[in-house]
């Protein structure tokens, strides 16, 4: 089955504390993997994708990695507005003969306290 | 740029009610999503279209259903509304299906009471 978990559910950081936010999936025929931001009461924010294993993209103080089963989202010195829920999603999957599907994690809830 | 619009933001309904979600997008893009987001649940997807005229089921389509007459636009229809649809409703459009990034409206808040 299709699957992405993302760990830990929950993340309260110092300012200037870095850390990492896991994104594992299974998915069969993966095309891409795709990071985005949530703020309350808004829509998810793209912010990155991956195609294949070993690729990184940066954007500020975040980074993203793609291994064969698993995403990493490293922030580097947080600040406050860098708060939000990080949802990783995977495209792919063979769903109705078609390989066009999103499949979202329940996403990390980061707090990045001043 | 509008992106993708999603009206209304906030409703609450009846139960047995119907209502008509609208989205509409105008990136031209040919794939287009509905997802609910229920807390702590994150996004499922209830029903996807590939184009004008094709769409397909999700994996939480009952209650539901769609239409794709256009590109720009994928009304999602509620029908009988249930207690169970309580959710934030978000509408989302690709230029391709799962290879591309996905964007997303701002979403309907819905309550059926």
């Given at each position: 089955?299709?699957?992405?978990t993302?760990?830990?559910?929950?993340l309260?950081?110092q300012?200037g504390e870095s850390?990492?936010?896991?994104?594992?999936?299974?998915?069969?025929?993966?095309r891409g993997?795709?990071?985005?931001?949530?703020?309350p009461?808004?829509?998810?924010?793209?912010?990155?994708?991956l195609?294949?294993a070993?690729?990184?993209k940066?954007?500020?103080?975040?980074k993203?990695?793609?291994?064969k089963?698993e995403s990493f989202?490293h922030?580097t010195?947080?600040?406050?507005?860098?708060?939000?829920?990080?949802?990783?999603?995977?495209g792919?999957?063979?769903y109705?003969?078609?390989?066009n599907?999103?499949i979202?994690g329940t996403?990390?809830l980061?707090a990045?306290?001043? | 740029?509008?992106?993708?619009?999603?009206?209304p933001k906030?409703?609450?309904l009846?139960?047995?009610?119907?209502?008509?979600l609208?989205?509409?997008?105008?990136?031209n893009?040919n794939y287009?999503?509905w997802?609910?987001?229920?807390?702590?649940?994150?996004?499922?997807l209830?029903y996807?279209?590939?184009g004008?005229g094709i769409?397909d089921?999700?994996?939480v389509?009952?209650?539901?259903?769609v239409?794709?007459?256009t590109?720009?636009?994928f009304?999602?229809?509620?029908?009988?509304?249930?207690p169970?649809q309580?959710?934030v409703?978000?509408?989302a459009?690709?230029?391709t299906?799962?290879r591309?990034?996905?964007?997303?409206?701002?979403?309907?808040r819905l309550?059926?009471?």
């Amino acid at each position: 089955e299709d699957q992405v978990t993302q760990s830990p559910e929950a993340l309260r950081l110092q300012e200037g504390e870095s850390s990492s936010l896991n994104c594992s999936y299974t998915v069969s025929g993966l095309r891409g993997l795709f990071w985005y931001r949530q703020d309350p009461g808004k829509g998810p924010e793209f912010l990155f994708t991956l195609y294949s294993a070993g690729e990184e993209k940066e954007k500020e103080r975040l980074k993203a990695t793609l291994t064969k089963k698993e995403s990493f989202l490293h922030i580097t010195a947080p600040k406050p507005e860098d708060s939000a829920t990080y949802l990783c999603a995977v495209g792919g999957g063979n769903y109705g003969g078609a390989t066009n599907k999103l499949i979202f994690g329940t996403g990390t809830l980061l707090a990045v306290q001043p | 740029n509008a992106g993708v619009t999603q009206t209304p933001k906030f409703r609450i309904l009846k139960i047995g009610q119907s209502m008509t979600l609208q989205c509409a997008q105008d990136m031209n893009h040919n794939y287009m999503y509905w997802y609910r987001q229920d807390p702590g649940m994150g996004l499922k997807l209830i029903y996807y279209s590939v184009g004008a005229g094709i769409t397909d089921k999700g994996e939480v389509p009952n209650g539901y259903n769609v239409s794709r007459s256009t590109t720009e636009d994928f009304p999602l229809r509620l029908e009988l509304a249930a207690p169970s649809q309580t959710s934030v409703y978000f509408c989302a459009s690709s230029r391709t299906g799962g290879r591309t990034e996905a964007f997303f409206g701002q979403g309907t808040r819905l309550t059926v009471v």
